[in-house]
């Protein structure tokens, strides 16, 4: 599995956007593998639309890539609290690392900071 930060699919869906092409492509890239995203990620991603009026288009997108909605185990805010704590991330990135971690996935994030620490933590970082 891929878990996808924000970063990724607010560029995807929003044609506008300085990385749509980067993000487009790089979904493009990876057409043959599962799509899973935490869901503060998914929050992340459809504040935008919500605000623009457009969530029911953005979520039926969504949709349409299968995108799989990682869910939070009960340890959590516990294993969140130490991703925070030794990466030093916002806990919205963190959420990215630990949906990884529980489906022993790999990152795709155009967030440098979040790669780096991806690849530190011994994940395969696709941006």
Do not use: F, K
Not at 107 to 112: F, G, H, I, M, N
């Amino acid at each position: 599995m891929i878990v996808l930060d924000a970063s990724v699919l607010i560029a995807h869906l929003e044609g506008a956007d300085a990385h749509h092409d980067r993000a487009t492509a790089l979904l493009a890239d990876a057409v043959d593998q599962a799509w899973g995203i935490s869901p503060l990620t998914l929050a992340q991603v459809l504040v935008g639309p919500a605000r623009a009026g457009r969530l029911a288009p953005a979520q039926s997108a969504l949709r349409t890539l299968d995108v799989v909605t990682v869910p939070l185990s009960d340890d959590a805010p516990v294993r969140l609290a130490t991703l925070r704590a030794t990466t030093g991330l916002r806990l919205p990135d963190c959420c990215v690392l630990l949906a990884a971690e529980t489906t022993a996935g790999d990152v795709a994030t155009l967030d440098e900071r979040l790669a780096m620490s991806a690849s530190e933590l011994g994940y395969a970082v696709r941006s």
